[in-house]
C-alpha cells in the first residue's frame, strides 16, 4: 500500500483498515471484471513472446 512502518504504527485501526479497503478496491479485480480464459491465454501467448 505504500506506508511506511512508522505511518502504520501512528494509524487507526479504522484509518488502516480504510486504506486497506481503499487499495484492495483499486487493485483486486472483482469476478464480473476479470479475465475469461481465452483473455488469458491471449495475454499470456502476447506477453511471453
Known amino acids: 500500500m505504500g506506508f511506511s ?3 502504520v504504527r501512528a ?3 479504522f484509518q488502516f483498515f ?4 481503499g487499495w ?3 487493485n483486486v479485480p ?3 471484471n ?3 480464459d481465452r ?3 491471449e495475454l499470456w ?3 511471453s513472446s
Open 30 to 32: 472483482e469476478e464480473e
Open 11 to 13: 494509524m487507526s485501526m
Open 5 to 7: 512502518p512508522q505511518q
Open 18 to 21: 480504510a486504506a486497506l479497503h
Open 45 to 47: 501467448a502476447f506477453v
Open 39 to 41: 483473455e488469458r491465454e
Open 34 to 36: 476479470a479475465l475469461s
Open 24 to 26: 484492495m478496491t483499486a
